[in-house]
């Protein structure tokens, strides 16, 4: 008899985004002539840009002929596009990289979860609360939790809250942690993390011989130039962490799908017998046997990213957003709105009016204005009693969302 892997019933909700769009359709169906703008799930909308189209089509152009055919790829990624990234994005930072240190993937929801695969069992780990929600399900999934409780922290997690009260940066764990997630500029807060802050959590990884899973994800919105794009930028990181980026948010490769992970050779964690095992090996190791690369054609667009031409165009698409942030940020706080986040980030974290409760806002919103978000506490318990904007929508939709929400709340 098969039997099947308990640990997803330990899983409490289903997906957030799905009950989301439940209560959308449904809301829907009862209003067809409701005009809906959906500033909810962090998706983008604007097109790929000219210059990545360009390469797309070239590089399915080489798959047409025999002399430029391509079939499997290395299961690491193209070196081209390994150097092209050390170059662009991580030099004019001042971070030296071999390629081998680059593994080019389909995303990096997919390496966050799979990363768990070379940790052991018995590692305890600390995420941020609220998080995005990948982290601690996949955790969840793998067995390194028992069941959850009343407000959804499950046994053996240990959960860093982040609230207004703490400026949403977390006081390093009370009790020692092996594995730590941090995500700046960060989902779904929209805050980002100074350089003294992501020092004190290298600082706290050597000491404790832990690993730093650094989610990157949305860097490309980074734009104080006193605030890391990487956490590499910080000294002692290569020896404690291991970093994603995506090309999803970036680039607008959502559908596409493309993103990279950096494990420095530098980096090792320990066998039970104490010996100390090169992560790099394992990772590589586990993507050779269970990842067979990503498409060509992705690669080739993913590359042209950091031409002039590719990097002048993805600036401007990450500017709009970051207008609409801009634009919902302001038009909150004239509201009389408190809200956080939207400055280097596309996410505006919003505390809900009244202090409702997260989901009844969402409610509320939906019914009297028309305007889909993200409820806080779907991110986490600490996120209860604030709400998610994204900045992904276009810039009509967002003016017509801001004035239903001065009109509404209005001053
Ligand atoms: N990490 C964070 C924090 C995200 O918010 C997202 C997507 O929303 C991802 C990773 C997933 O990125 P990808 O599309 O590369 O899988």
Known sequence: MAHVNENYLKLKAGYLFPEIGRRVQEFAKANPD???????????TRPLAPAIIKAFHEGIDDLAKEESFHGYGPEQGYQWLSEVIIDKAYKPLGVELKPSEVFISDGSKCDTANILDIFALDNK???CDPVYPVYNDTNVMIGRSG?????????????????????????????KVDIIYLCYPNNPTGTVATREQLQAWVDYAIANESI???????????RQPDIPHSIYEIPGAKKCAIEFRSFSKTAGFTGVRCGLTIVPEELGSYTS??????LNQLWNRRQCTKFNGVSYPVQKAAAAVYSDEGWLQITETIDYYLNNARLIRE?????????????????????????IASWDFFDKLLAECHVVGTPGSGFGPSGEGYFRLS???DLENVQKAIKRFRDKWGR
């Open 147 to 175: 069941e959850a409780d009343s407000r959804g922290y499950y046994a053996g997690i240990s959960y860093l809250p982040c609230t207004a009260e703490n400026d949403f940066s977390p006081a390093l764990p009370s009790e």
């Open 273 to 278: 017998k104490g010996e100390k095992i090169t």
């Open 391 to 393: 900045a992904f929508g």
């Open 331 to 355: 038009g909150l706080t004239a509201a009389g709105i408190t809200c956080f986040g939207g400055v280097n980030s596309p996410y505006i974290w919003l505390k809900t009016p009244a202090g």
């Open 34 to 44: 409701a005009n809906l703008i959906r500033l909810g799930i962090g998706d983008v």
């Open 212 to 222: 730093i899973l650094f989610d990157a994800a949305y860097e490309a919105f980074i």
């Open 125 to 127: 780990i600390a995420i």
